[in-house]
């Protein structure tokens, strides 16, 4: 088993998607090594009106503390084009969040743990009960297939023709 903390990382971005995606998984594999990566989808931007994105879930071990994780996420976005001064709800070139880090259930280092979006958004939740059915959401209780399987929200995603070779 590897060493380090288990760590899931929501990938996504809506702008030159295939480009950013595979830039993104490189820079990941580069710090990190082997990659554990689901497939990937298309669903429609939410919260604006914008292009729709590519989303996947990448599974990584690491030594890293959460805010130095965080950091080097920030740092792949800003090497791939991710403006440190947008908003929000925007497109985005590339877009790394920490989804889980281990079992922690707390705002760690200014990142709240396990990332809300997991219960509400189908681009996160999908692909992360296919990477990671059977373990469980560290607050929740359930596993991400139980969570997946009782998701009711209208939330469109469809498989995207997206390759990686990594």
């Not at 082997?34 to 994105?53: C, H, I, K, Q, R």
């Not at 440190?84 to 790394?96: G, I, K, M, N, V």
Request: proline share 7%; glycine share 10%.
């Amino acid at each position: 088993m590897p060493a380090g903390v288990r760590v899931f990382i929501g990938v996504g971005s809506n702008v030159d998607r295939h480009r950013h995606i595979r830039a993104g998984l490189e820079a990941l594999a580069e710090v990190f090594g082997t990659l554990d990566v689901s497939p990937v989808y298309e669903s429609e931007a939410v919260g604006f009106d914008g292009s729709p994105f590519f989303n996947l879930v990448v599974g990584v071990h690491t030594d890293k503390s959460v805010a130095d994780l965080s950091r080097c996420l920030k740092a792949i976005e800003l090497a791939n084009g991710r403006k440190p001064e947008a908003r929000r709800f925007s497109p985005r070139t590339l877009d790394l969040d920490i989804l889980t880090y281990g079992n922690l259930g707390q705002d760690t280092d200014g990142v709240e743990l396990p990332r809300p979006e997991i219960l509400y958004n189908a681009f996160v939740l999908r692909p992360l009960a296919e990477l990671a059915g059977d373990q469980r959401h560290p607050v929740d209780g359930r596993t991400y297939d139980e969570l997946w399987q009782a998701y009711d929200r209208d939330q469109k995603l469809w498989p995207a023709d997206f390759h990686w070779p990594g």
